[in-house]
């Protein structure tokens, strides 16, 4: 139980054009789902939180109107990355948490998306 | 803020050989621990977490770790490794200021085990 997918896997695309990467929770409702951005050996930095029904929250140096993140039902996310270019190519990795509240609860990680912007 | 420092960027051992991947965290509270593996083009599995219950945690695949508060530390070992334990193992820290909600990694340690 609680897989996460994301999709596509891989995609390359041209600078200025936009992507859209997607994240599922296949077996769960996730609440709460994050991003993260990961540079070849490098570790994850998160990107935001998203809240389903809500606005997300951005960290500190990501530029909301770059990575628009949309949280519209319990089992999905999306991820665009707006007129990209070469520097936004990355491994971008979500994340889905079970539930709300205070607590350590475990966060289940999708296997990520490469992007790669020529 | 809350941090975690892995202090080996690359662990090399021997098949049947016990694994030590070190971490140290900072935290000003109690924190909350964990230890991710990350296998090429898979998903980040969670090994173990630490939650102030037993100090000793065991984990999947015959991992375990140990949280020391006074020695601010929370290494992962494993009695033997296995070829199937290459990879890249991230250790983790949640942030209270949000209420356990964000995770902090550390730079990650990868295992290269040889036959």
């Known amino acids: 139980g609680a897989v996460v997918s994301q999709h596509p896997s891989r995609v390359i695309c041209k600078s200025g054009t936009s992507v859209k990467i997607e994240c599922r929770s296949l077996?769960?409702?996730?609440?709460?789902m994050f991003w993260y951005r990961q540079f070849p050996k490098q570790s994850l930095m998160l990107m935001a939180t998203s809240n389903e029904g809500s606005k997300a929250t951005y960290e500190q140096g990501v530029e909301k109107d770059k990575f628009l993140i949309n949280h519209a039902s319990l089992t999905l996310s999306t991820l665009t990355v707006t007129s990209a270019h070469p520097e936004d190519s990355s491994f971008y990795i979500c994340?889905?948490?079970?539930?709300?509240?205070?607590?350590?609860?475990?966060?289940?990680f999708g296997p990520g998306t490469r992007l790669t912007v020529t | 803020a809350q941090s975690v420092t892995q202090l080996d960027s690359h662990v090399s051992v021997s098949e049947g050989t016990p694994v030590l991947l070190r971490c140290n965290y900072s935290?000003?509270?109690?924190?909350?621990l964990f230890w991710y593996v990350q296998h090429p083009n898979k998903g980040l599995q969670l090994l173990l977490k630490?939650?102030?219950?037993?100090?000793l945690v065991k984990g999947i695949n015959g991992f375990e770790a140990e949280f020391k508060k006074s020695e601010t530390s929370f290494h992962l070992t494993k009695p033997s490794a296995h070829m199937s334990d290459a990879a890249e193992y991230f250790c983790?820290?949640?942030?209270?200021?949000?209420?356990?909600?964000?995770?902090?990694f550390g730079t990650g340690t990868r295992l290269l085990v040889s036959p």
């Open positions: 077996d769960f409702q996730a609440t709460t």
């Open positions: 630490y939650t102030s219950a037993a100090t």
């Open positions: 994340s889905a948490k079970i539930g709300r509240g205070i607590g350590a609860d475990e966060q289940y």
């Open positions: 983790v820290v949640s942030d209270q200021n949000t209420g356990f909600q964000k995770l902090v």
């Open positions: 935290s000003s509270y109690s924190p909350s």
